[in-house]
């Protein structure tokens, strides 16, 4: 177990810091004309009207969206993470976020458009996903090794993603509906996205709320946590509904996003240990914080344009994936 550096109290007041600072950096920069002085005149009642559109209608609810998002897939990547006892696992690496997307793609094929629709699809497609990840923790000599247990959620992924393209050139409505959305980002959503993609967040997490203790507890070991008064078969599936729903949320609202998963699990165990119960609160400040670093970066590295935000996350999680594989003390969950 890796020894804690922070106090909780500690750590939670620097994220809330790097959180604050970052919301008013995704709200200052962007890839546009407007810059960092007119924006901040805009958001402290200026009256240029190009800058208020610009900061209150784009940058804003991009924001916004950054922290539903981000909060979501930190807070299902320490779950899954827990409950597979597996520091590797992450919602895209296994497949969870692949399933989600193929559900979303599907359901459009099939004539769905409403983006409420999507929300309960993406779900459905998120705990699908979980149910095969449990399965597949189950199968001796892949459960217990974090790199099968990767591959083979990487070929899940892989399948599925292959099915969503053929789903999508077989589709031309299809196509134009998901083109923007399938590679993960976090521009151009409606503001309505936010009305119906707060519920599933809260649902996530109220359920995320009610197994932290049980999580805690089998980490000890099955016969431990049955000494203690709970069912560790009804901790793991309430674990895989609060992933399924924190995902489905994400992935509906923004698209799949690789690596949020796994690099805010990696970082708070980092500063406060791995106790889920300590790294879980961290991790849902760390997730937005993450997610919006991600953000302001895919605005500025191209400037007059920019990367998916997806990207950016690619690029920052895969190598933090080789130094989890390569370090030969995995931290135990």
């Not at 500690?10 to 890839?31: F, N, P, R, T, V």
């Not at 409950?83 to 696992?89: E, G, H, I, K, S």
Request: proline fraction near 5%.
């Amino acid at each position: 177990m890796l020894a804690a550096r922070l106090s909780v109290p500690q750590a939670l007041s620097y994220a809330a810091l790097c959180l604050l600072l970052l919301c008013i950096a995704s709200l200052l920069l962007g890839a546009g004309d407007i810059g960092i002085l007119p924006s901040l005149q805009a958001l402290l009642g200026g009256s240029d009207g190009d800058a208020r559109f610009i900061v209150f209608e784009l940058r804003w609810v991009r924001t916004e969206l950054a922290l539903l998002v981000g909060l979501a897939l930190g807070a299902a990547g320490v779950l899954l993470q827990a409950v597979t006892r597996n520091p590797l696992a992450e919602p895209g690496l296994l497949g969870v976020s692949a399933g989600a997307s193929f559900a979303v793609v599907l359901a459009i094929n099939l004539g769905a458009s409403a983006a409420s629709l999507h929300l309960g699809v993406a779900m459905l497609g998120a705990l699908v996903g979980c149910v095969l990840v449990l399965l597949v923790t189950r199968m001796r000599g892949v459960g217990d090794d974090p790199v099968r247990l990767v591959l083979a959620g990487a070929a899940f992924s892989g399948m599925l993603g292959a099915l969503s393209s053929l789903l999508l050139l077989w589709d031309q409505r299809t196509a134009d509906e998901m083109r923007f959305w399938v590679i993960g980002a976090l521009a151009g959503r409606p503001l309505d996205t936010l009305d119906w993609s707060l519920p599933g967040l809260i649902g996530g997490l109220l359920v995320a709320l009610l197994v932290v203790r049980p999580l805690a507890a089998l980490a000890l070991g099955e016969r431990v946590a049955s000494g203690l008064g709970h069912h560790p078969q009804l901790t793991r599936l309430g674990t895989l509904l609060a992933v399924a729903i924190l995902v489905g949320t994400a992935t509906a609202a923004a698209g799949p996003i690789a690596f949020i998963g796994l690099i805010v699990p990696y970082i708070a165990r980092r500063l406060v240990g791995s106790d889920i119960r300590r790294t879980l609160g961290l991790s849902m400040l760390l997730g937005p914080c993450v997610l919006l670093l991600a953000d302001v970066i895919s605005r500025l590295l191209v400037r007059p344009y920019e990367l998916p935000v997806g990207v950016v996350t690619a690029f920052v999680g895969a190598p933090i994936l080789i130094a989890v594989v390569r370090n030969q003390r995995l931290p135990t969950l």
